[in-house]
């Protein structure tokens, strides 16, 4: 499957949120580790507009300069002091907009990424259900960090290759998750999940 370009990102942020899902996270730590995840859940941040975003009202400081970068780019940030969470940067240079990953299934390097996540624990259906749900988790597993801030996706050590929707999943649009303080914005239909379609809906 193709790499994706960077023109895949410099598009309406929306729109590029729902497109990646199905798309696949590559994270190359050396020629032997290849870390590989399937994009099952994502976020929409849109500056201008968006008062959940970093960059609201255009706010360009140390920490959301990335934001403004051009599209394909890496937008990494820590959050409580403890998670990190990936972003990819989309619309043109100096507008502040990005994408947040938050959720993937594993599609190569599975037994790697849950030695990150878990190290020698054992198996369970409580730790198979939280594997890679969140944006902290797959950070975590995929050894992803304020050092890969603002890093090329169309490099060869963190980028995403093309992946299709099957015909048994559909997309879910809902609100986004932790951000009352957002007012309107809180309410905005931005988080986008695939999930697998009900066989019996008319």
Not at 93 to 104: H, K, N, S, T, Y
Not at 192 to 202: H, I, S
Request: with cysteine.
């Amino acid at each position: 499957m193709a790499k994706l370009t960077a023109d895949f990102y410099h598009h309406d942020t929306v729109e590029t949120a729902r497109r990646l899902l199905g798309k696949i996270i590559v994270r190359r730590l050396d020629d032997h580790i290849v870390l590989a995840g399937r994009i099952t859940e994502t976020e929409a941040y849109i500056g201008r507009c968006d008062k959940a975003c970093h960059a609201y009202g255009y706010k360009k400081t140390a920490r959301t300069e990335t934001l403004f970068m051009p599209p394909g780019h890496a937008y990494i940030y820590l959050i409580y002091g403890l998670y990190h969470c990936l972003n990819f940067v989309t619309e043109p240079e100096g507008e502040p907009a990005a994408v947040l990953i938050r959720a993937i299934t594993p599609v190569s390097g599975a037994d790697e990424m849950w030695r990150r996540r878990y190290g020698d624990s054992p198996v369970t259906p409580a730790r198979e259900r939280g594997f890679l749900n969140g944006p902290g988790k797959l950070c975590q597993a995929m050894n992803l960090t304020r050092a890969e801030n603002g890093m090329d996706l169309t490099g060869d050590i963190l980028y995403v290759r093309d992946g299709a929707i099957t015909p048994d999943e559909t997309i879910l649009a809902r609100p986004r998750i932790g951000i009352d303080y957002a007012e309107e914005a809180r309410d905005f239909p931005w988080r986008f999940t695939l999930v697998k379609a009900d066989q019996n809906k008319k």
